[in-house]
């Protein structure tokens, strides 16, 4: 786990990084905002562009995207 997932919150937009994309292959091009974060586990609630409902990732799989 590094630093960055530490940082996650609500409203972020992301994208997967490597491990995550090996993890989940069809969404490795997506992007997408960040709807919440569990805070007694490691899951992250988020919505991909042009999704119409949330998808549950684990926070080791994203990384923010730099504005």
Do not use: W
């Not at 007694?40 to 995207?65: E, M, W």
């Amino acid at each position: 786990m590094d630093r960055e997932t530490e940082q996650i919150s609500a409203g972020m937009r992301f994208r997967l990084n490597k491990f995550g994309a090996g993890r989940c292959p069809s969404l490795a091009d997506m992007i997408g905002t960040v709807i919440s974060c569990s805070q007694s586990n490691s899951g992250v609630t988020v919505l991909f562009d042009g999704g119409k409902r949330p998808t549950c990732l684990h926070r080791d799989y994203i990384t923010a995207l730099s504005e």
